[in-house]
């Protein structure tokens, strides 16, 4: 409240109806519960009241050609419960119907949900499951929403931070750096709604399937934290499950939000070799003078040392090539050994004599401090790779883009106010062609010429036929 006097009445006359409770029970626990209750069913009315007075308030001003038709009823879940409100429904100069103060108070047309429950909603269930978002706001607001809504909150949030234009500071450095993963999550598949089983046998006999996320993230340096920790300055994070060439795309869009690509001379790389993530896919997309020198991510060296030699020696052997950078002595040493052995070990040493051998110039490479693509993983797989969990493609695609709004500390893009006009309603304000240049478009059979066009067609073509005999 902007007057101090007026917000001191309105607490003391707070305190004069809630104290009868507090004397009633003697406790402060039910009293603090029921106090809740109490002040988020006030702020309830309070909004209700204020939206129909602001209504009442615009009645005078009605834009000309408006007409009062009604006042009509409305339900909207908000971050203070549900709020039934009525308010005045105009017809416009075109006979269509306008609800003028949910236009200017920005309320969606046709949402249940006001836009600060909306981001709740999508907020939360970055975090916790949807279910538990559900809970956690009919905890918070008193107002009862479905698991569903917070899925689709959510879904529809990630499509809207997908398609916004990414934002960063700008900073000028001349080093970056930029590691790039997949990230394998469990798949939803539709068979058994096609099949019509239910859904306890469906789970017994679906097929197990999985889908892999890109993941990139951008930074300029690592900033000692303390206690040992460090972190990464000016961080960005992109994911998404698009094809590598427009990922790598978008990733050059945020690198460019958040560093002046000019000022750039070094990007340190880091990936785990595949062939979707390799080192030229990002240097084509740079501009000519950005040097990028690729570096193995080793932890992903390490792992194919460790599968293929579980112990002994010779993993210790294997271990302290990878890490004094000698890529091609590790693959010589895997190919003289995988020529020894035996069943499926041989197939493993020979798979990291190939992957050696392969990236020997970007094993332990000489290059800045890296090594965070797997935290930055975990902190995308902390929501989507829990026991049971399994995503459709849109859904995984839509919750990765919410996390990386979280880890980053991105704010979330509000909902657009949306479309007053239904497409019928838009098609009525189009003005009817009258003139007979242009020819009018049936309903029913197709595009017909005009009738005058037809007759003058087939006086001309008597003509010619008649001069041709």
């Known amino acids: 409240m902007r007057d101090h006097t007026m917000a001191q009445a309105a607490a003391a006359a707070l305190a004069d109806c809630f104290l009868p409770d507090l004397e009633a029970t003697e406790d402060l626990d039910s009293f603090e519960a029921s106090l809740a209750a109490g002040s988020r069913a006030l702020a309830a009315s309070a909004l209700s ?28 879940v908000t971050l203070v419960g549900e709020v039934s409100y009525r308010r005045t429904v105009y017809l416009d100069e075109h006979g269509c119907r306008r609800a003028w103060a949910d236009e200017l108070l920005g309320v969606r ?12 909603l999508a907020r939360r269930s970055a975090e916790v499951s949807f279910r538990k978002a559900a809970a956690d706001f009919e905890a918070m607001s008193g107002a009862r929403v479905s698991h569903v809504t917070a899925m689709r909150c959510a879904r529809e949030e990630g499509a809207l931070l997908l398609a916004a234009a990414p934002e960063g500071p700008g900073l000028s450095c001349e080093g970056v750096r ?29 097929e197990r399937s999985s889908m892999e996320l890109k993941v990139a993230s951008a930074y300029a340096a690592k900033l000692d934290a303390g206690r040992g920790r460090r972190r990464r300055a000016a961080l960005a994070v992109v994911a998404s499950a698009e094809p590598p ?18 000022d ?45 030699f579980p112990e002994g020696p010779t993993r210790e052997w294997a271990r302290h090539l990878a890490l004094r950078g000698k890529g091609a002595a590790l693959a010589r040493m895997a190919e003289r ?42 902190l995308i797989a902390a929501r989507m790779k829990g026991r049971g969990m399994s995503w459709s493609r849109e859904g995984a695609e ?41 020819a009018p478009w049936s309903s029913g059979s197709g595009w017909e010429v005009p009738h005058s066009s037809r007759r003058h067609a087939k006086q001309r073509s008597a003509e010619a036929l008649s001069k041709v005999w």
């Open 49 to 76: 009241a204020c939206i129909e007075r602001f209504d009442r308030s615009l009645r005078s001003q009605a834009p000309p050609g408006w007409r009062a038709h009604e006042v009509a009823p409305r339900t909207l």
């Open 109 to 120: 047309p046709r949402a249940r949900l006001s836009a600060g429950a909306f981001l709740w």
């Open 178 to 206: 930029v590691e790039v993963d997949g990230l394998w999550v469990a798949l939803q598949r539709a068979a058994h709604r096609e099949e019509a089983l239910p859904r306890f046998l469906y789970e017994q006999s679906r």
């Open 245 to 262: 060439e427009e990922f790598f795309e978008r990733v050059r869009a945020q690198m460019a939000a958040s560093f002046e690509l000019d």
């Open 264 to 308: 750039v001379r070094r990007v340190h790389y880091g990936a785990d070799g595949g062939a979707w993530c390799g080192p030229e896919r990002l240097r084509g997309m740079l501009p000519a003078h950005v040097r990028v020198l690729f570096k193995l991510d080793p932890f992903h060296v390490m792992q194919a040392v460790c599968r293929a």
């Open 337 to 378: 050994l995988a020529a020894k052995a035996t069943g499926p070990r041989r197939e493993r040493v020979r798979q990291l004599a190939s992957y050696a051998r392969r990236n020997a110039a970007a094993i332990g490479a000489r290059a800045a401090s890296m090594g965070t693509a797997e935290s930055t993983n975990a």
């Open 398 to 438: 839509a919750m990765c883009a919410l996390r990386c709004a979280a880890c980053t500390g991105r704010a979330l893009v509000a909902p657009a106010k949306g479309a007053w006009l239904t497409e019928r309603e838009k098609a009525a304000r189009q003005p009817v062609g009258t003139s007979a240049a242009k």
